[in-house]
């Protein structure tokens, strides 16, 4: 069976960025600096903020992918130009997020994926985990009696 997964825009990324540059422009309001240092400042923050926004909105670095018999996956990125790369074992699985990293065959460019829960259908992000968790088993456990995240 053929698993290909699409990505689409994820709210709850978007609202993490938004929260870090939030949280950004509140400490260095309440950090004592010199006026024009702090509006400096600021002015990086929103800048910062507006590059990351757009950049998101309009250019997601991967929207499609799919692995092969040969494990190898295939990515088509943003511009549709399809890359085939490996899965790198240090990509993480957990119930919230997959973040996938790939080396493209032939480069040492590598490519990373950070996949929200609603970046996908429910049942395609669901897939994605039991694809991964099967083909990279991997242990639950930890020695602190911590919940462990799952490694690739």
């Not at 997020?97 to 032939?106: A, I």
Request: proline letters at 3%; glycine letters at 6%.
């Amino acid at each position: 069976m053929l698993n290909i997964y699409e990505l689409n825009f994820s709210w709850r990324l978007a609202l993490i960025f938004s929260l870090q540059h939030i949280g950004a422009i509140i400490i260095a309001l309440l950090v004592p600096l010199a006026l024009w240092l702090k509006c400096l400042v600021l002015l990086l923050c929103c800048g910062s903020a507006v590059i990351v926004w757009r950049r998101y909105r309009s250019q997601p670095a991967i929207v499609r992918f799919r692995q092969d018999d040969g494990g190898d996956w295939w990515i088509v990125d943003w511009q549709g130009q399809v890359k085939t790369a490996k899965l790198l074992g240090n990509s993480i699985c957990s119930c919230y997020f997959v973040l996938l990293n790939f080396k493209e065959k032939g480069k040492k460019r590598r490519i990373s994926a950070m996949i929200m829960s609603d970046a996908m259908a429910p049942d395609a992000f669901r897939r994605l985990r039991v694809h991964l968790q099967h083909k990279n088993p991997c242990n639950n456990s930890s020695a602190n009696g911590k919940r462990a995240q799952y490694k690739l």
